[in-house]
């Protein structure tokens, strides 16, 4: 008996659009889209970004803003066999996008944020790639100069969906001004302050809620009347570092303790001397969410937690060539290392920056882009 051939073009509307909503990153969407015309109008083409200005969450600011979106995706070579699972590839790279109004999208460097000299190169084969979007997080930018806005901690969109068509629906949450949880919505002229505590530490979304930590290790939910919720733990977290931060991995919440003193340092682009943090070590708990308790981990196993400004998020050490297990990567401006959770101790991030190459193919068509990374 012959094979029976599929015609993939007719499969039903319903079944389509249940394949393409199991989807969440916009690229994965525009591929789906990409397969023939009847899957192209099964589904609406993603949604990119709020198209509206917002107002700056300082007082009495008229200045306006926009958000950007920023983005670690995991490229890797179609052609890299690997027999064993258990290594490391040699033809993976972590690189960060930006996108901005209209589709625009730049290449970041990893560490200090700042754009290339050139857009997101053209002229490759992106079939060439398996791309995986690994983490995504929020920037807001001023309309004038399109540069972040200071004292603007960190940004989160709820629901954060690519099927989220109605920008009514949006809210964006933002931590600002040493601490101060807020919200936005379409048309709002002003933020709207969650409570009038100025203490939060981070906020990200963990299985289709905001969560929010404090500067003492509470974590709350926001639900949909914007009111905080706490997670009754017990014991509380007893760590009494300087900067909480909240990752997601493999489903499980963590918190991720910062200690840090703080150093004088000359800024070259301020030319002038500033105090600066300085980090020297990091407490992680897990939630345990049947016993309601704080859990010390003392073992990231082959997790790698990558903390940073925009976003936090985790990846298995055995993706990336060369990248060692049980370890934190963390970014803050002049202030970034490698925490080696089994020795305690912190390298310097130019060790391990090669983890944050760009594909050769890219370097060969843009040499301006083979730049160092600092």
């Known amino acids: 008996m012959g094979k029976r051939r599929v015609d993939w073009s007719a499969l039903p509307i319903e079944l389509l659009r249940s394949i393409a909503e199991a989807n969440q990153d916009s690229n994965d969407v525009v591929r789906f889209r990409s397969v023939c015309a009847s899957w192209r109008s099964s589904i609406p083409s993603p949604r990119i970004l709020p198209p509206f200005p917002l107002p700056l969450p300082s007082a009495g600011s008229a200045r306006i803003a926009f958000v950007s979106r920023r983005t670690f995706y995991r490229f890797k070579l179609l052609d890299d066999v690997n027999p064993n699972p258990s290594t490391c590839s040699s033809k993976s790279w972590l690189v ?188 992680v708990y897990k939630l345990d969410q049947e016993c309601g308790r704080w859990v010390t981990v003392e073992n990231l196993g082959d997790r790698v937690f990558f903390l940073g400004k925009d976003s936090s998020f985790s990846v298995s050490a055995t993706e990336f060539s060369g990248c060692i297990g049980n370890c934190i990567y963390f970014t803050y401006e002049d202030d970034n290392g490698v925490f080696d959770q089994k020795t305690g101790e912190i390298v310097d991030f130019q060790d391990w920056s090669h983890l944050f190459q760009l594909p050769p193919s890219w370097l060969n068509s843009n040499p301006h882009l083979n730049v160092e990374f600092r």
């Open 96 to 283: 960060k996008v930006e996108e901005v109004e209209y589709g625009f999208k730049f290449l970041l460097n990893p560490l200090s944020n700042l754009h290339f000299r050139f857009p997101f190169p053209k002229g490759f084969n992106l079939l060439d790639y398996q791309v995986v979007q690994v983490s995504k997080g929020y920037e807001l930018l001023s309309y004038s100069s399109g540069m972040p806005i200071v004292g603007v901690n960190k940004l989160v969109l709820f629901p954060d969906s690519v099927w989220n068509s109605s920008v009514k629906d949006t809210v964006i949450f933002a931590l600002y001004n040493e601490g101060k949880l807020g919200y936005v919505k379409y048309f709002d002229r002003n933020w709207t302050l969650v409570d009038d505590l100025c203490h939060y530490d981070d906020i990200i979304v963990y299985k289709g809620k905001p969560y929010v930590v404090d500067e003492w290790g509470i974590v709350s939910w926001i639900d949909s009347s914007m009111k905080l919720i706490d997670i009754y733990v017990s014991p509380p977290l007893e760590s009494f570092g300087k900067q909480k931060h909240l990752v997601e991995s493999r489903g499980e919440l963590y918190v991720v303790d910062r200690f840090f003193d703080t150093e004088r340092r000359f800024d070259h682009h301020l030319r002038e001397y500033r105090v600066c943090p300085k980090t020297f070590t990091f407490d």
